[in-house]
């Protein structure tokens, strides 16, 4: 069965510059969720959308945006990187936003800033 | 605010021995509770979603319950192998769908 696709699966960058993840989710579904994972944590929530608008939003970093295009991929952009920005990127995905629904998870980008 | 406990933060035990990582989070209105897996560096693996009408859930050698009134869930690990060793992540589903992650229990399981 088709999985979430993320890319890249690793990404260096330097300080200051510019980075973009891609989150393609299964098929079919709609909603898309980001989390992070720094070093030696747990993953937390970034920010969701559902139908193309975002849904919920958690402790995302003004520096960060995201969308979701009309094929229900997602893409986080990330400017002005900080070294503090290394971490594990996880995006996953449902059909439908209702309460309850499992959320399936990609195998994650790993980000250095260097 | 949601917030998600595990103890223990570490657990080291032979192989063949059966354990029980706790889960406890502090607001009982939650969708369901899931229990992941994941390797050092690695992905998530989902490995049981409790729905918050449900009691427990069982996959093979795993067995998870969860007892929504007293914010409580329970990972039951039969017969551990040394492949059992990860880091296990409970994570309950509140408003907005989204996931509030515990602090993991880090699982060596030796020969």
């Known amino acids: 069965a088709a999985g979430v696709i993320q890319s890249p699966r690793h990404l260096i960058k330097e300080k200051r510059e510019t980075a973009t993840l891609k989150c393609y989710p299964i098929?079919?579904?709609?909603?898309v969720y980001w989390y992070q994972q720094g070093p030696g944590q747990d993953p937390q929530f970034l920010i969701s959308?559902?139908?193309?608008?975002?849904?919920d939003k958690g402790s995302i970093p003004d520096r960060f945006s995201a969308q979701q295009f009309s094929d229900y991929h997602s893409e986080l952009n990330m400017s002005s990187l900080e070294l503090g920005d290394s971490a594990l990127y996880f995006c996953?995905?449902?059909?439908?936003?209702?309460?309850?629904?499992?959320?399936?998870f990609g195998p994650g980008t790993r980000l250095t800033v260097t | 605010k949601q917030e998600v406990t595990q103890i223990p933060a570490a657990l080291s035990v032979p192989e063949g021995e059966n354990l029980v990582l706790n889960c406890s989070f502090t607001?009982?209105?939650?969708?369901?509770l899931q229990w992941f897996r994941q390797d050092p560096g690695k992905g998530l693996t989902s490995l049981l979603l409790?729905?918050?009408?449900?009691r427990e859930q069982t996959s093979g050698r795993l067995n998870a319950s969860l007892d929504k009134s007293s914010g409580r869930s329970t990972l039951y690990i039969a017969a551990s192998q040394p492949g059992d060793s990860a880091t296990y992540l409970c994570?309950?589903?509140?408003?907005?769908?989204?996931?509030?992650f515990g602090t993991g229990t880090q699982l060596k399981v030796e020969l």
């Open positions: 994570a309950v589903t509140g408003g907005g769908n989204k996931l509030t």
């Open positions: 959308f559902y139908e193309k608008m975002q849904s």
């Open positions: 996953a995905s449902t059909r439908g936003a209702g309460g309850g629904d499992e959320q399936y």
């Open positions: 409790i729905q918050s009408s449900q």
């Open positions: 607001d009982s209105a939650i969708y369901n």
């Open positions: 098929p079919r579904h709609d909603t």
